[in-house]
């Protein structure tokens, strides 16, 4: 999928990938997960080639990943996973939360993101 560039308030600027997994365990679950990197290159969208196919690995080596958060029940439960090299602060966090949920429940947003 398009990454999605975002700007957070203390200036950190992000790199998102959302990814969406259907999960069959005698029902259907849909989640939703958002890996996230540092952007390095300003929204230049090519800095994601690659990084797509290396989603979720058990280890991950790439020195600008955060980890990845996980809507289980969006605008109810979320889960976040700081298994890369860099950790989120809880108020980035909540940031990108917030900010994940307005996008989502605006799908025309999808269209026009750009440093959001």
Same mark, same amino acid.
């Given at each position: 999928?398009? +990454?999605?560039? %975002?700007? %957070?308030? &203390?200036?950190? @600027? @992000? ?5 969406? /997994?259907?999960? %069959? ?13 540092l952007d390095k290159k300003?929204? *230049? =969208? !090519? ?5 797509? #196919? ?9 020195? *600008?990943y955060y980890g990845y958060?996980?809507?289980?029940? +969006?605008? /109810?439960?979320?889960?976040?996973t700081p298994d890369g090299?860099? #950790? @989120?602060? !809880?108020?980035?966090?909540? /940031? =990108?939360? /917030? !900010?994940?949920?307005?996008? !989502? &429940?605006? +799908? ?6 750009? &440093?959001?």
């Amino acid at each position: 999928m398009t +990454p999605l560039f %975002l700007k %957070l308030t &203390n200036g950190t @600027l @992000l790199m998102i990938i959302p990814d969406t /997994e259907a999960h %069959l365990d005698g029902h259907t679950i849909l989640t939703y997960t958002y890996s996230i990197f540092l952007d390095k290159k300003g929204g *230049d =969208i !090519r800095q994601a080639i690659g990084k797509e #196919n290396a989603l979720h690995l058990s280890k991950h080596t790439d020195p *600008d990943y955060y980890g990845y958060i996980t809507f289980e029940k +969006p605008g /109810e439960l979320f889960s976040y996973t700081p298994d890369g090299k860099r #950790n @989120l602060t !809880r108020h980035e966090l909540e /940031e =990108i939360i /917030e !900010r994940l949920t307005y996008i !989502r &429940n605006h +799908p025309s947003l999808w269209q026009h993101i750009d &440093n959001l």
